[in-house]
């Protein structure tokens, strides 16, 4: 039978106590059976086994307090605690409710018919208080998965496991309410939840692009990115607004859908970066890990993995400042996730694989110093220096970025302007329209969008007029384009004519394309 029981002995005595909860690797959540046997011994004695980390052999004692402090009786026998299956890693605090409910079961202090309907998870302190912990969101969609009627989870944790639509999510805030429900004495109703109150609540930004005066070719080139989900590089000195815009990207891209919300959620909750009693994640994400940052920070990591700030950007943004000042190995991990919108981690326990798909969007100064191009400030960088510069990026990642786009110095006429320029609202609206035609377009690949375009549905979807495809031809000989460049050129074509609702690439689209090859325009002569 799923669920918890209490095993009777010979003599009438309950000894052995089994329930149901979760162990979390990864983003996914694994059912855990955990059994507590109680037997007479000529010394008391707890033994925990089935392949337990250190955050759970620890809890035993902390577990026995929390039950004494609760007004319970510590069974003074031998218990043995078991958490199978034993080959699964088990490193979280989420046993302890259910270890100690096993406690109760096993020494006749709890008997309920529930015990065999719900699953629980929280950790415990000293006094019997349930703490939050990380992934209770998979945990209960494990818990349904596994056809349990609930799932009792701490108070903090809970509007976030009450997104799952046919569970029963049961709140607590201490050991003596969990104890108190399970046995029927306290009641608790489930928690209801409501997508449409929750994004009405959360699906709001601080920012907007009507905040960025002038750069008018910059939004614009932002907007086409949005509409196709195209990897974008800015390119421009420092204070020119780069950072600015980025972080308003996200304030124009479509809303989060209920299963990407879902997903983004789960990664965000495995970590422990929702914030306390938030639901979900109704916005899209924007990670700006600094240039220091580790490999296993970037992509993910540890002994048992978690995942990196690559996941965590995941149906969003991932913004690096300064590219040229990452350590280029960590910028190769990302070459993989970016082209199949995943990381895969393998240790050897097993491969954990988290989704990625993000939007990357890079800034970087001209050359060294900053300044190349500046009308004000002189720049003494060489040709060989910037080149350099440039080169700390390698080519294979620099061939995964669509669209090069350079930001100017922003004069003072525009800054002063009280006229605010192109704002969020406007912006969205066009990417909405465009990403609606490739729906209509990739029918059927709900997920597909122009930047993820194969070399076959290039041929296919990106047919160009005739004086179109003699622009093609002479930018390709004169500038020098690879295939992948030349790619590239037709994907950003297709969105910035979705964005026109135009059937064909014209030559203007295929114009405004090109420009955003940087870049591949030997920039540093």
Known sequence: MDGASAVPNRNGGLMLGKLSTYSLLGIEAHAVEVEVDISPAAMPR????????????????????????????????????NL?????????????????????????????????????????????????????????????????????????NGREAAVVEGLEVIPVGSLTEAVGY???QIPIDPLAFSWEDAIEELDRYEVDYADVKGQENAKRAVSVAAAGMHHLLMIGSPGTGKTLLARRLATILPRLHPEESLETTRIWSAVGRLEREQALMATRPFRSPHHTISEAGLVGGGSIPAPGEISLAHNGILFLDELPEFNRRTL????????????????AMGSVTFPANLMLVAAMNPCPCGFRGDPKRGCNCSPMQVERYIGRISGPLLDRIDIHVEVPNVPFRELSNKTSGTDSAKMRGDVVVAREMQTRRFEGQPAMVNGRMSPKQIRTYCKLESDAENLLKTAMEEMGLS???????????????????????????????????????????
């Open 483 to 525: 295939a992948r460049a030349h790619d590239k050129i037709l994907r950003v074509s297709r969105t910035i004519a979705d964005l026109e609702n135009a059937d064909q690439i014209s030559a203007a689209h295929l114009s405004e394309a090109i420009n955003y090859r940087t870049l591949d325009r030997n920039y540093w002569q």
């Open 332 to 347: 190769e991990v990302m070459r993989q996730p970016l082209e199949e919108a995943c990381v895969t981690i393998s240790r």
């Open 182 to 184: 399970f046995a029927e």
């Open 84 to 156: 199978s299956p034993a080959d699964l890693p088990k490193d979280a605090a989420s046993f302890d409710l259910p270890i100690s409910l096993g406690m109760l079961a096993a020494s006749d202090q709890l008997n309920s018919d529930r015990l065999s309907r719900y699953s629980s998870v929280g950790e415990l302190a000293l006094d019997g208080t349930v703490r939050p912990v990380k992934g209770v969101l998979s945990m209960a969609i494990a818990a349904r998965d596994k056809g349990m009627q609930g799932i009792v989870v701490p108070v903090e």
């Open 46 to 81: 707890t033994t925990l086994v089935g392949l337990a980390e250190a955050a759970v052999k620890e809890s035993v004692h902390r577990i026995e307090r929390a039950l004494v402090n609760s007004g319970y009786t510590r069974p003074i026998d031998r218990i043995v605690i």
